[in-house]
């Protein structure tokens, strides 16, 4: 090759580098543009968790005191939980050829909350959020209860709840919209053991909040496999079947098993919260889920429905964070999402991701 003719080569490469490079520098990233440069900053905490109701039977929940306290001490202005709101499952429900699953899964019936108030989902919704606009500084007990017997009948048990536990013991009585029916399933709720009753309805309460923020989303939910659920199933089981889920098993199994102390319970909520986490829970499932080499796909499949669902759920903390400017808000959720979450959160011009870890010490 002459030389002009490596020069005019390695020119047009050069060239050609340099524009990549020119494409690749304007090329937008949210988290480059964090803002506004007044104000006090939107801080979010996720903290990842072992659903509780799987724990071993040995688990105290009285060893969660010291977990409320850690969070506590923070100063959440909001507390988001891992449920759908009752307008979510409101709208599933005209769906139920879809949704009959989820609905049966994560929907609460609020037909006695119904009957007992006059009010259908959306007319409870927007009775509690009249309520909550003119809330008074010190709220009677029948203020209490009248909002818990509307929270109900929203399909929002959780908001329910911190007003129920806001209540002396001897309020928790029947009246202004309660009847026994609802005395007994709100009585039922208080003492079962999930994220939301023995951790951020407690907490909510202590911090005198007057609800708590669900922000799960199940509308990408759809029956598994669709048109072959047995070879859906086949496929995703297939591709768990790997040495990094045995391996996270093994790990998770043997934390929990030996929760009998409050140190002991820190520990295990580190461990769910450390940074290696996400791509052990990537290896194990949701890349494995990937690669799976069925031709219908099924494990692509269901790795859209996870990104879109939390994706969908990012959105919805970014929702509650809208309400108010400068708020604190923990998230608590099921510690394979907290990944995800702090990723598509650390994306929003205005919200700051605080690191969990300190706060477990």
């Known amino acids: 090759m002459k030389a002009w003719t490596r020069g005019v ?32 900053p939107n801080e979010v905490a996720v903290l990842g968790t072992p659903h509780l109701s799987g724990m071993p039977k040995t688990f105290d929940p009285a060893t969660l005191r010291v977990l409320i306290d850690r969070m506590a001490a923070w100063r959440p202005n909001a507390i988001a939980i891992e449920t ?149 199933g086949a496929a995703i089981t297939k591709a768990w079947d790997n040495p990094m889920t045995k391996r996270r098993m093994e790990i998770f199994t043997a934390i929990q098993a030996q929760v009998d102390t409050t140190d002991k319970l820190m520990a295990m909520y580190r461990r769910y919260n450390a940074p290696d986490m996400g791509g052990m829970a990537y290896t194990s499932d949701f890349g494995a889920a990937l690669e799976e080499p069925s031709p219908q796909g099924f494990g692509r499949g269901y790795v859209a429905y996870w990104e879109v669902r939390n994706l969908r759920m990012a959105a919805n903390i970014r929702d509650v964070i809208g309400l108010k400017p400068g708020m604190r808000t923990l998230v608590i959720v099921g510690a394979s999402h907290k990944p995800y979450l702090d990723a598509y959160l650390d994306q929003m011009h205005d919200v700051r991701i605080v690191d969990v870890l300190p706060l477990l010490k």
Request: charged share 25%; hydrophobic share 45%.
């Open 84 to 232: 759908l709101s009752g307008l979510q499952c409101d709208t599933m429900r005209r769906y139920p050829t879809r949704y009959a699953d989820s609905i049966k899964s994560y929907c609460p019936d609020v037909s006695a909350a119904a009957t007992a108030t006059g009010m259908d989902v959306p007319a409870a919704n927007a009775a509690a959020e009249a309520m909550l606009a003119k809330w008074p500084a010190s709220p009677t007990a029948a203020d209490r209860r009248k909002l818990t017997a509307t929270f109900l009948a929203a399909g929002e048990r959780d908001s329910a709840l911190v007003q129920w536990l806001r209540l002396a013991p001897a309020d928790r009585v029947v009246g202004d919209g309660l009847d026994a029916a609802l005395v007994e399933a709100i009585e039922k709720y208080r003492v079962r053991r999930n994220e939301t009753t023995s951790i951020a309805a407690p907490l909510a309460a202590r911090l005198g909040h007057e609800r708590l923020w669900p922000m799960d989303d199940h509308t990408a939910d759809r029956p598994d496999g669709d048109t072959d659920p047995k070879a859906y």
């Open 9 to 40: 080569v390695v020119g047009v490469a050069l060239a050609a580098v340099a524009a990549a490079g020119a494409v690749q520098a304007q090329r937008f990233d949210p988290r480059a543009h964090k803002g506004p440069k007044r104000g006090v």
